[in-house]
């Protein structure tokens, strides 16, 4: 793994990982388990054996010592689930496919898919300057299209030593987008607009104040009338930033050590990581940790049925306009992370054939991919967020579960 991918790990930024590891077809910085993502060309041989799958998921989940995790599979042959563990560590509730989870960064599809709506109805262009919406950006030539492509060179502000470091002292502090932003316009840019590629969640926060300034409306009005209630989505929701409750049923979701520690690796010092496989170092419960410090580029809720419906939709174009869903496909390209053959496009990420996200707040880790030629789903959460070893647990079984169905 390349250096700069192993600065700022903690679970603050880990989505940033979680979509180079699994593009790149690693399952884990440091830890075992390497996995190789199928070929564009392996996407014909599609195979679902679903005792197979759930062993392989069973297998995984203990491997990874999480309290629970759900998957779901579909492919032409039908669907096939599975779930794993209890929703409350020492618990006796188990894991359902009727569970709320917070999906972090999947969360930024949505907020991308919203701004190419209105692209799509000419209330913006993608090649607009995004000081022309917020002057607070003074770089007067970075553009909405870069923001989403994450080529804007924006800092990103859940990098920051301030963000990870309120996040362990106030965990129920409540934060406006506006304050997130100035977080990452504070630090210097990492690069010149459009000449490298950073994982930003800045860029997506701006997207999100964008969203509300043309609609005149909150961000999470907007996402309910244009995706959540059109779709069909109703166990999906955008918290008002004041909210830190999930709806019933939900998974507690639970995290080793802290965000300011984890900032340089996910994975315990070697001391604490057999204490963990022992079991007598035990996770922290962040549940109701108050995510507004995710805000559009993290902050949705959603169950795994329903992630399913909204990835399918998401890669099949019943979001976007024949045209627009054919371009945002087609930007999905390779970027320069120091990893091999990583793909991020127009607020999506592409995994071997599937396009989709990866999602990760302390506690929660969810991955959801969809391949619009061979109708192949895959989704998959657990409660754990990173693993003890350094792992984001439901990437690394998303991969696995790809590579089982695909082939290697």
């Known amino acids: 793994m390349a250096a700069e991918t192993r600065v700022?790990?903690?679970?603050?930024?880990?989505?940033?990982?979680?979509?180079?590891?699994?593009?790149?077809g690693c399952a884990g910085g440091g830890a075992s388990g390497t996995v190789a993502s199928p070929s564009p060309s392996s996407a014909g041989t599609v195979t679902a054996d679903a005792g197979?799958?759930?062993?392989?998921?069973?297998?995984?989940?203990?491997?990874?010592?999480v309290p629970g995790a759900a998957m779901l599979v579909r492919t032409p042959q039908g669907e096939v689930t599975a779930t794993?563990?209890?929703?409350?560590?020492?618990?006796?509730?188990?894991?359902?496919?009727?569970?709320?989870?917070?999906?972090?960064?999947?969360?930024k599809t949505m907020t991308a898919t919203v701004i190419l709506q209105l692209v799509q109805e000419g209330k913006l262009s993608l090649t607009d300057k995004v000081a022309k919406y917020r002057p607070e950006v003074?770089?007067?030539?970075?553009?909405?299209?870069?923001?989403?492509?994450?080529?804007?060179?924006?800092?990103?502000?859940?990098?920051?030593l301030e963000l990870n470091r309120a996040l362990d002292t106030q965990p129920q502090r409540v934060w406006k987008p506006e304050e997130l932003v100035a977080m990452g316009l504070a630090e210097p840019p990492t690069f010149a607009p459009g000449d490298g590629w950073n994982y930003s969640n800045t860029n997506t926060v701006l997207l999100g104040l964008i969203a509300e300034q043309l609609e005149h409306k909150p961000l999470a009005q907007i996402l309910q009338e244009r995706l959540f209630t059109p779709l069909g989505l109703r166990e999906t929701s955008y918290p008002a930033d004041t909210d830190a409750s999930l709806p019933e049923p939900y998974s507690h979701g639970y995290m080793y050590s802290n965000n300011v520690d984890t900032m340089e690796s996910s994975a315990l010092?070697?001391?604490?990581?057999?204490?963990?496989?022992?079991?007598t170092l035990l996770p922290s419960d962040?549940?109701?940790?108050n995510p507004s410090w995710a805000g559009a580029a993290g902050a949705g809720i959603s169950t795994i049925r329903d992630l399913a419906h909204w990835v399918e939709a998401l890669g099949s174009g019943a979001v976007l306009g024949p045209t627009l869903q054919k371009e945002r496909l087609a930007g999905v390209q390779t970027v320069p992370v120091g990893l091999p053959d990583p793909k991020y496009g127009w607020g999506i990420a592409k995994f071997g054939p599937l396009y989709g996200h990866t999602g990760e707040l302390p506690g929660y880790n969810s991955f959801m991919g969809y391949d619009p030629v061979q109708k192949v789903t895959i989704v998959a959460w657990a409660n754990l967020a990173p693993a003890a070893d350094g792992r984001p647990p439901a990437t690394v079984i998303g991969t696995l579960l790809m590579k089982s169905i695909y082939g290697g």
């Open 52 to 65: 197979a799958l759930r062993a392989q998921f069973d297998s995984l989940a203990t491997e990874l010592g």
């Open 286 to 289: 962040t549940t109701n940790l």
């Open 269 to 279: 010092p070697p001391d604490q990581l057999a204490q963990a496989k022992a079991g």
């Open 84 to 107: 794993f563990g209890v929703t409350q560590l020492h618990g006796s509730t188990p894991v359902s496919l009727d569970d709320h989870f917070r999906i972090g960064s999947n969360t």
């Open 8 to 24: 700022h790990r903690g679970a603050a930024v880990a989505a940033l990982l979680a979509i180079a590891l699994i593009a790149s």
């Open 138 to 160: 003074s770089n007067s030539s970075i553009t909405i299209e870069q923001l989403l492509t994450m080529r804007s060179g924006l800092a990103n502000y859940t990098a920051t």
